[in-house]
């Protein structure tokens, strides 16, 4: 299971609406951040120069 297949699973499948979300990195420095709540602030800067900062899907 690949790192955003993991956190979609454990955000959509196991937690219950609106429980909240997740920033999560893998050892290859892979993110993703997935929530199931309105909103959520969340934010990534990497080595590579991507530097994202969101607030709604």
Sequence with gaps: MS??????????????????????VDWRGNYAMDFNTTAMFRGVATSGGTFDVKIWK
């Design 3 to 24: 790192l955003k297949e993991a956190v979609h699973y454990i955000i959509h499948d196991v937690l219950k609406p609106g429980d909240g979300g997740v920033i999560a």
